[in-house]
């Protein structure tokens, strides 16, 4: 069974309409597409962000409010609460239960953040922001998560220490979607690869077969990186 | 959370509202009188000396709000206080006729001053009053010299208007000409600008003395006799029938004030600045002192008296008669 | 004795200037009591009227206290609708009339800091597994610097005043008096009008290091918050 279901699932915006039916599995699973293409869109769509038409089942059960805790997103653009990095965290653990000093100095060790641990959020670089958003995002037990743009703004060293992160979290049997319009994260990172294009879901299929044998023309120009813009 | 702050909140409004009842309560327990007055007066700090020692003799608090005339006047209609302390008579006489004021005492005199600069353009030093606002104006068509005017209707206001009436001169067409200037404002603030301006202005002899001696302003006194200057103080009572509550106390007050009140007022600012800046009015009208008693008859009396019988109420209950 | 020509008795002056501090104090304490909320119920939740309450706080932000002074008078008047209350010319008068006029500073800085968090901090709190009134608290605990700014925002205006001071307590003051209601403001306009520039400029320095010192105790709040 599928974790979750979107049927053709609309979200109009007037000058903007994502309108798509897919299906999202176990392991990693990138949304593929150049900006503005209705990645984020997407991804708060499935956060239960968003108002919709159509249907979306969640393993299985219509989704709703209460399914929210089943999901986190990490957002493109980081936010930060005010406090420290630690606070940050500690807030997030707390929400679930489990305010453990340790813990939360584990995943920021882990997202090379310790040394900053007792900075201010809202004084941190872009760079430390987004780390510290998908640490905090870490933190808590889901069994969904959702990232967009995780290493937008991330020097090379640190986009491969959170793409490991998502990977171990693969691992551990987690459903994880990102959003990128990075064709090289996708192709690293991803088992399966969603194609899209003006709202479109242009192409979905298994990683390998999408970046070798695209099906459709947009998609193998886009993968080919001819596309890339 | 949410709770602590709802009690927080609440714990904000009792304790406001006790306060409220604390301040209402220890009011209900002093002997508060209160009386508005004219800035001028209040400014030149006798009140202050009057207040202080009611309070050390009596244990009452006189409160002293100082506004203009015409406000003074408001307040007293609205309820809001027992007596008044004014100068300007026809405003006076239109409250005592309304019904709101009853039993006016003339309590002090001073003289207003024409003040200007030194150099003195318009050439008025030692002129009549009414010569010297026709010179004014002369000069001041010429381009030669300013007037100010506070144009706010206070007493000093009023006696201005009075007095370019005397000179042939009327205020309303007048203040439209380009060397009138009007400030709107008290007497400091008019002195003030006066003297940057290099022009001539009517002052209440306290105010200049005080602006002149702290080296604020750079003005003269150029026209200073002249009984059409003479500034003539009295307390009205608010009428009881008119809903105030504190006759007793403001009649005690007005008793106070023309009785040992006068050797207060007479000693007041002569140190200060080496002359009074009031003379008791009671001593003058009850020895008929020449020439002060014709002309504060002239300029402060309504009807020949300083206060017409009809506008009278129980005051031989306090021993206060009337000229 | 008081000394009625410029020397400085420094028991007045510190009279004076307690009052101040309590009068515009409890304004300002007041108006964030009502403000908060308000502030709070503005941004955060849409309900019909919303629009036209908030313009209606926009407006009075800009009211000249002289305006609201004289209203106030005429309202508290002893003849006036609200004269029975006898609030005119008294320290709690001058209070409450503070507390009308920076009533809108509370409730405008209140709602736009929550505004610029709101959002996405809401969302945030939503996908970190709060529910939404966790959410909503979240979102003010965010907000609470310029929360806490609004306030002393409040009380800077409040004690820097004068028309309400001036209309509603009359600058009252005997010697010794129980029921005086003189405030720093009133007393700097009374003593510039009677040409002692010099004590209206001690006082004047006395009303800015109050509102300094506040203001700067207030940010080492903020910084701990
Ligand atoms: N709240 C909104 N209102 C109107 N248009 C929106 C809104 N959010 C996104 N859009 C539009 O939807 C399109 C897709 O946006 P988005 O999903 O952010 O794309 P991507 O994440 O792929 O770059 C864009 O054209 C954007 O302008
Ligand atoms: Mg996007």
């Known amino acids: ?229 | 959370m949410a709770r602590k702050i709802v009690i927080l909140a609440l714990a904000i409004l009792v304790i406001t509202f006790g306060l409220y009842f604390y301040e209402q309560n220890k009011r209900k327990e002093l002997k508060i009188l209160t009386i508005s007055t004219t800035t001028s007066l209040y400014d030149t700090g006798f009140l202050d000396e009057v207040a202080r020692i009611f309070k050390e003799k009596y244990g009452i608090e006189v409160h002293f709000i100082a506004k203009g005339t015409g406000a003074a006047i408001n307040d007293a209609k609205l309820g809001v206080s027992d007596a008044i302390l004014v100068h300007a008579k026809s405003k006076e006489e239109e409250f005592m006729r309304e019904g709101y004021g009853v039993n006016r005492k003339i309590f002090a005199y001073n003289f207003f001053v024409i003040v200007g600069p030194k150099d003195d353009p318009a050439k008025i030093r030692g002129s009549s009053v009414v010569d010297a606002m026709k010179k004014i104006a002369e000069a001041g068509r010429e381009g030669k010299a300013i007037w100010v005017s506070r144009g706010d209707l206070s007493g000093t206001n009023v006696k201005e208007i009075a007095l370019w009436k005397a000179a042939g001169f009327d205020y309303e067409e007048i203040r439209k000409e380009k060397w009138f200037r009007e400030t709107g404002a008290g007497m400091g603030q008019t002195l003030l600008y006066a003297s940057n301006e290099k022009a001539y202005t009517l002052s209440d002899t306290g105010t200049y003395l005080r602006f002149k001696r702290a080296g604020k302003i750079d003005l003269e006194i150029l026209v200073d006799r002249g009984e059409e200057l003479i500034n003539v103080y009295s307390i009205i009572v608010v009428n009881p029938e008119k809903g105030n509550e504190n006759f007793d106390l403001a009649m005690k007050f007005e008793k106070w004030l023309v009785t040992d009140g006068q050797e207060v007022l007479r000693g007041f600012g002569r140190d200060e600045f080496g002359m009074p800046l009031f003379y008791p009015a009671v001593e003058v009208l009850e020895k008929k002192i020449e020439p002060y008693y014709s002309w504060i008859a002239k300029y402060g009396f309504i009807n020949g008296s300083e206060c017409p019988k009809e506008y009278r109420y129980r005051a031989e209950e306090y021993g206060i008669a009337f000229w | 004795m008081v000394s009625l020509f410029g020397d400085l008795d420094w028991g007045i002056v510190a009279e004076i200037t307690l009052r101040s501090l309590k009068v515009s104090g409890l304004a300002a304490i007041l108006a964030s009591t009502i403000g908060i909320p308000v502030g709070v119920l503005l941004s955060l939740y849409n309900f019909t009227g919303r629009e036209f309450l908030k313009s209606i706080f926009n407006t009075l932000l800009g009211i000249p206290t002289v305006v609201m002074g004289l209203f106030l008078y005429l309202l508290l008047a002893p003849k006036g609708p609200f004269g029975f209350l006898g609030l005119l010319y008294t320290e709690m008068g001058i209070s409450l009339g503070q507390m009308l006029l920076v009533l809108p500073i509370v409730v405008s800085i209140t709602a736009t800091s929550i505004e610029q968090v709101s959002e996405e901090i809401y969302e945030l709190a939503l996908t970190l597994g709060a529910s939404r009134a966790q959410a909503v608290v979240k979102v003010i605990s965010e907000a609470l610097p310029g929360i806490v700014l609004s306030s002393i925002a409040a009380f800077n205006r409040a004690v820097a005043e004068l028309g309400i001071a001036l209309m509603i307590g009359g600058n009252v003051f005997v010697y010794g008096g129980l029921a005086n209601t003189r405030v720093l403001t009133t007393a700097i306009q009374m003593h510039v009008a009677r040409g002692e520039i010099d004590v209206a400029i001690v006082l004047g320095l006395i009303l800015l290091s109050v509102v300094f010192a506040i203001s700067w105790i207030m940010n080492l709040v903020k910084k701990w918050l």
Not at chain 1, 4 to 29: A, C, H, P, W
Not at chain 1, 119 to 131: D, I, M, T, V, Y
């Open chain 1, 1 to 229: 069974m599928a974790v979750i279901e979107l049927r053709n699932v609309v979200k109009d915006y007037g000058q903007f309409k994502l309108s798509l039916s897919m299906e999202i599995e176990r392991g990693i699973t990138a949304i593929l597409g150049s900006s503005g293409a209705g990645k984020t869109t997407l991804l708060r769509i499935i956060a239960l962000l968003e108002s919709f038409e159509g249907e979306y089942y969640f393993m299985g059960e219509e989704a709703s409010e209460k399914h929210r805790k089943k999901i986190t997103m990490v957002f493109q653009q980081p936010v930060v609460f005010r406090g420290t990095v630690l606070d940050n965290l500690l807030y997030a653990l707390s929400l679930d239960g489990n305010s453990s000093k340790e813990k939360a100095e584990e995943i920021l060790e882990k997202l090379n953040l310790l040394e900053v641990a007792k900075k201010k959020a809202k004084n941190l670089s872009g760079g430390e922001k987004q780390r510290l958003a998908i640490a905090r995002a870490l933190a808590i037990e889901r069994e969904v998560y959702l990232f967009d743009e995780p290493t937008s703004n991330l020097d090379a060293e640190n986009a491969s220490i959170v793409e490991k992160c998502i990977r171990d979290l693969a691992k551990s049997g987690k459903t994880i979607v990102i959003a990128t319009h990075n064709i090289f994260q996708a192709k690293r990172l991803s088992d399966k690869v969603a194609f899209l294009h003006n709202g479109k879901l242009i192409e979905y299929g298994e990683t390998k077969q999408i970046f070798e044998n695209p099906k459709n023309e947009l998609t193998k120009k886009f993968v080919s990186g001819d596309a890339y813009y």
